[in-house]
């Protein structure tokens, strides 16, 4: 009996529960019919691969398919043959039978209930291990204790999981980010993707593979409900859950973060304070902040305003992007910082559904377009503002390289046509380019595709709904390369 007086054959029977492909031998679980995320290919690799002594930590914010992909990769191993059914363990540690238990006992745990002698050749995967106290040193010493064994575990803090993995698994943990869906993944698996055909566009002297659309105004409504609805899997595939977003949303994932994870992992006191900053963030999405503005508005001292950003950001709630100058020189001191959501739904859960025509459209636009950035770890993304004399101007978003901090490109994120007939009026980006010697940048329209060239720099304009689903293309090919 544990200290919580759970009776063993209890945890056991949770066990057998949790783990059905043990006494059937085959794969069972009802995830199985749901369709899998495009990133699973990359996932499942990872957890095949036993000739890498690691373990696998996905991490990701809530309801974004990791226990869903957890069970598709248990199917996959079983169906395949890769490993015997008995030898794959799945425990969900957020289960209270399991409390204060150690990631070793319950280890010995599965392989009792699993009818098994040892731990040696199987996959264990534990789900939401952000909630047992110490798993990074527990998790290291298992995967040198059983090196035959492979480890997979999920969080939904990820910042939070990302610096322990970091820490306290180097030579032990691979990461792997599952992020809310992108807006490829979200016409893939509605099989809507024939709504755009393979081109290619002649981009800064070179022709890059690009997509058009077969029917912009079709696609241009499925990105208007991606970006009020398709971040999660479940809301693609169930109506109830649509017509009601904004609980969904709130009670399963917004309200979970700021009223469970966060409090539990970073001790906050006041939830309510944070909830009430969240959905200020939230609102603006988008929007450039100072410090000292952010403050008086959300009534928070700098020292609490800095931490509930980190912690926020820790939770794959928001993205804060950093200020360089004109010529791509970042600040010494902070003096502004633009804030985004993560995910352009969690806005619509808060407030209500935005239509093509609304104010805060471009915004939204603006935030879905950085969102299937952020999807990829090795950018270093900034936005562009300065003002020097009469000069002023602003560029959404630029990339720096890594080694130089020097611009690799540059996009001006538009809802609307108007820039294709007047790209003179473009003159912040023009200056950046000019600055930094780039010899083009994208602008987004609503449904026009265009080049144009103003003194030698090329501005190639794309409709912002295919310019999403391209990155979202392009960083998956990434990833997979």
């Known amino acids: 009996m544990n200290s919580y007086t759970i009776p063993t054959e209890k945890i056991q029977e949770r066990l057998q529960f949790e783990n059905p492909w043990w006494e059937t031998a085959t ?18 690799s990872l957890v095949a691969d036993r000739s890498v002594k690691r373990a696998v930590i996905v991490v990701g914010p809530r ?32 289960n209270p039978v399991y409390i204060n238990l150690p990631l070793e006992e319950l280890l010995q745990q599965c392989v009792l209930a699993s009818g098994g002698d040892a731990p040696e050749d199987c996959f264990v995967f534990f789900d939401e291990i952000q909630y047992l106290r110490d798993w990074e040193r527990h998790l290291k010493i298992m995967v040198d204790s059983y090196p035959k064994t492979k480890f997979v575990v999920t969080g939904s803090a990820a910042a939070a999981l990302q610096a322990k993995s970091t820490e306290s698994g180097a030579g032990r943990f691979t990461d792997f980010l599952l992020p809310p869906l992108t807006f490829q993944e979200f016409l893939h698996l509605q099989n809507l993707t024939h709504l755009l055909k393979p081109t290619e566009v002649l981009y800064g002297n070179q022709k890059q593979p690009f997509y058009s659309a077969v029917d912009i105004k079709q696609l241009n409504e499925l990105f208007f409900q991606y970006i009020n ?30 009223l469970r994870d966060l409090p539990a992992l970073y001790g906050i006191k006041d939830v309510q304070e944070l909830y009430r900053f969240f959905a200020h963030l939230a609102y603006h999405s988008g929007k450039e902040f100072s410090p000292e503005k952010l403050s008086k508005e959300s009534g928070l001292d700098k020292g609490l305003l800095k931490r509930y950003l980190e912690y926020l950001e820790s939770a794959f709630l928001i993205k804060v992007l950093h200020k360089v100058d004109e010529k791509a020189s970042t600040f010494k001191r902070i003096t502004a910082y633009k804030i985004y959501l993560t995910n352009p739904s969690l806005r619509t859960a808060l407030f209500s559904p935005i239509v093509p025509t609304d104010d ?19 950018l270093n993304l900034r936005y562009a503002r300065w003002k020097q004399g009469r000069s002023e101007g602003e560029v959404d978003l630029v990339n720096l390289d890594n080694l130089h901090q020097k611009p690799l490109w540059a996009i001006e994120i538009k809802w609307s046509n108007r820039y294709v007939g007047k790209p003179n009026e473009l003159k912040s980006v023009l200056e950046f ?4 010697n780039l010899s083009a940048a994208v602008v ?38």
């Not at 459209?361 to 999807?375: C, D, K, L, R, S």
């Not at 380019?433 to 930094?436: F, R, T, V």
């Not at 265009?450 to 090919?477: C, E, M």
């Open 433 to 436: 380019c000019s600055a930094n």
């Open 27 to 44: 794969p069972a679980s009802e995830m199985k019919e749901l369709p899998k995320r495009l990133y699973f290919k990359q996932f499942y």
């Open 229 to 258: 609805y398709g971040g999660y899997p479940e809301v693609i595939f169930a109506d109830g859950i649509r017509a009601n977003m904004s609980r969904f949303i709130r009670n399963d994932i917004i309200d979970k973060v700021l």
């Open 63 to 94: 309801r974004v398919g990791k226990t869903v992909m957890m069970h598709h990769a248990i199917d996959t191993l079983v169906a395949e043959k890769v490993a015997v059914a008995r030898k794959v363990f799945y425990i969900g540690i957020d």
């Open 360 to 378: 805060e459209a471009g915004n939204m636009v603006e935030t879905a377009i950085i969102a299937q950035w952020m999807h990829r770890g090795n």
């Open 444 to 481: 987004t329209t609503i449904d026009k595709e265009q080049q144009n060239r103003v003194n030698d720099i090329q501005l190639a304009y794309f409709p912002a709904s295919v310019y999403a689903y391209v990155v979202g293309v392009n960083t998956l090919k990434q990833k997979e390369d």
